[in-house]
């Protein structure tokens, strides 16, 4: 039997990698298997087509090409060209934007081009230029201060970590916390929703130039049309990372005040998420701050990645293709089923339900902290990741919450009934999971209790539900 151009392409791509470094071929092929038999729920991950994928893997990746098109800094780019021009037509026709910038290598990249266009578009300062021919690992906590006097104490307000924040819209740890004077708006502690009232309070007291909406583990949705009404009552620029909910606003789930491109004056993604493209970053905005955004390579960026422009055209050329935004309302779709799955039997869930991909679960209902929970349901062939709740007495790193989104397994095409099984396999191992205790007796934060037969049971239906969805059904390895 003849092989499909797909499994034909995979095929010999590993035939050749095998010949170089085999233990690289078969990594490759076991995170294929794994990534089959896993039920991914990771918010923030999903499945390239092999189109988007096959696309990396080109001449594209022996380019340099700083600059921008016609005008980089190596002769030879005229291809670069083409790929980059395509991505950034795709992505204005499909976010109605006036300008885009598909460079950045991620998320955190477009971030930081953002912030340094609106510097450089709103401060003119030699801080500004100092800062940007040193190196950033060489500038001390007292020369960061110096910047950020010299720059006008310039002030970032955006979401806490805890209350579903990025780490990239302000925390301290985070260049984003260092380059600004930053403070953090959090959620109502009854209701876990932003309330508008209090971020617009927090900015006329705090009067920042930059105010940044979007989160990571919010499961609700923003309205964008209020946020910018109080950024323009302060002056402020208006941000929206969009990272986690792109496809959603691609699909036309978000649209109206819940779509930031007509309200923001700058909008960061990723390409991956919800998007389902490759790995990589965008910056969307309109033609004010279109020269500053033009200049993050050298400005933030070093050299593109062409390869990976060429697999942000394919994906968003298929982003724009009808039968996305039934994809993008499905992925809303199972994200309230698998809520509602999880809340009849008992499960504690931030905001009570979700109006995008994810659920966050606390997990505290279960007495465990999400470290334990998210390994004992790695153990049962569940793979999530642990994240803080509002007010997290656990903190960043043990967490009392479970992330979960829906994005890759409506890609396999899972619906809602298959969302509640998942709930119930989810709530087995959780129910059945107890803390561990560390070597001296005290409580751990780490360890668990978990029936090993228990975890084969789950591992095994989880399996079972999986297989009649197989992923990518056009590509086999042999």
């Given at each position: 039997m003849s092989l499909n151009a797909e499994s034909t392409a995979f095929r010999s791509a590993l035939e050749v990698i095998r010949a170089v470094e085999p233990r690289v071929a078969d990594a490759i092929g076991a995170e294929l298997a794994d990534q089959r038999e896993s039920l991914k729920l990771i918010a923030s991950e999903n499945y390239a087509s092999p189109a988007t994928l096959l696309a990396m893997g080109n001449w594209f990746s022996d380019k340099y090409a700083e600059g921008t098109i016609g005008r980089r800094f190596y002769a030879g780019c005229q291809n670069v060209d083409t790929v980059e021009a395509l991505a950034a037509e795709h992505a204005k026709e499909l976010f109605g934007a006036a300008h885009a910038y598909v460079q950045p290598h991620s998320g955190i990249d477009a971030n930081l081009v953002a912030f340094w266009a609106i510097l450089a578009d709103r401060v003119e300062s030699p801080a500004l230029k100092k800062a940007q021919v040193r190196q950033v690992n060489d500038l001390t906590e007292a020369d960061w201060f110096a910047l950020r006097r010299e720059l006008g104490n310039q002030r970032m307000l955006g979401m806490s970590l805890d209350a579903g924040g990025h780490l990239t819209h302000g925390f301290r740890p985070n260049i984003s916390g260092k380059m600004f004077d930053q403070r953090s708006y959090g959620t109502d502690p009854a209701t876990g929703l932003v309330d508008y009232d209090k971020v617009a309070e927090a900015a006329r007291e705090f009067k920042p130039l930059i105010l940044v909406a979007g989160y990571s583990a919010y499961p609700r949705k923003v309205n964008f049309r209020i946020m910018r009404e109080i950024a323009d009552s302060v002056g402020a620029t208006f941000m929206v990372d969009m990272a986690h909910f792109a496809g959603l606003v691609a699909g036309k789930v978000f649209t109206g005040d819940f779509d930031p491109v007509p309200h923001a004056h700058i909008v960061t993604t990723t390409t991956h998420k919800s998007l389902r493209g490759p790995r990589g970053g965008m910056v969307l905005c309109g033609p004010e701050l279109a020269d500053q955004v033009d200049r993050g390579c050298p400005m933030v960026l070093g050299g593109p990645l062409p390869h990976?422009?060429?697999?942000?055209?394919?994906?968003?050329?298929?982003?724009?293709?009808?039968?996305?935004?039934?994809?993008?309302?499905?992925?809303?779709?199972n994200a309230q089923a698998l809520a509602e799955g999880l809340l009849r039997r008992g499960a504690k869930l931030v905001t009570g339900g979700t109006d995008n991909h994810l659920v966050l679960i606390d997990v505290s209902g279960y007495g465990l902290t999400g470290r334990q929970a998210e390994q004992a349901l790695l153990d049962s062939g569940i793979v999530t990741n642990r994240n803080a709740v509002p007010q997290d007495p656990n903190g960043a790193w043990y967490t009392s919450g479970i992330r979960i989104g829906t994005p890759a397994l409506t890609t396999r095409g899972l619906g809602a009934s298959e969302m509640d099984t998942t709930a119930e396999l989810m709530h087995t191992v959780l129910s059945q999971t107890t803390p561990g205790a560390n070597a001296d007796g005290t409580p751990s934060k780490a360890k668990y209790v978990l029936d090993p037969a228990l975890a084969e049971t789950v591992s095994k239906q989880a399996s079972d539900l999986l297989a009649g969805f197989p992923l990518y059904p056009s590509v086999d390895l042999g």
């Open positions: 990976v422009m060429a697999a942000k055209a394919v994906a968003l050329a298929e982003a724009r293709r009808p039968d996305f935004a039934g994809y993008a309302q499905r992925i809303v779709d």
